[in-house]
């Protein structure tokens, strides 16, 4: 079991920075590959972002690319949404997600949400223009 407890959102205006935590429980959190997503008011929820779980391998979808970076401590159990540059359209809630499988080969990254199974319960981010 893995337990994710997303925090750092905020209200911002357009062109800020933001730093998003996602804080784990337990002492496999090195053996998930982690994942970002958000769902914005009326919207669907959708993939943002997703680093492996040893060898820091990253992936972001374009809206994002060169805007936003995944990092991860394992020493601290915890993964972390560097937003810079923000804009209105980034405004969403956020949510931080583990891997269904544990022990993925290095590397790996998770890119579809059915392939998620813990969940944190997410963090508000809004962009004011």
């Known amino acids: 079991q893995v337990q994710l407890v997303e925090s750092g959102g905020g209200l911002v205006q357009a062109g800020d920075s933001l730093r998003l935590s996602c804080a784990a429980s337990?002492?496999?959190?090195?053996?998930?590959?982690m994942g970002w997503f958000r769902q914005a008011p009326g919207k669907e929820r959708e993939f943002v972002g997703a680093?492996?779980?040893?060898?820091?391998?990253?992936y972001y979808v374009d809206s994002v690319k060169g805007r936003f970076t995944i990092s991860r401590d394992n020493a601290k159990n915890t993964v972390y949404l560097q937003m810079n540059s923000l804009k209105p359209e980034d405004t969403a809630v956020y949510y931080c997600?583990?891997?269904?499988?544990?022990?993925?080969?290095?590397?790996?990254?998770?890119?579809?949400?059915?392939?998620?199974?813990?969940w944190g319960q997410g963090t508000q981010v809004i962009v004011s223009s």
């Open positions: 997600a583990a891997s269904r499988t544990a022990a993925l080969p290095s590397g790996t990254l998770v890119v579809s949400d059915r392939e998620y199974k813990y």
């Open positions: 337990g002492r496999t959190f090195s053996s998930y590959a």
């Open positions: 680093i492996s779980r040893t060898d820091d391998s990253t």
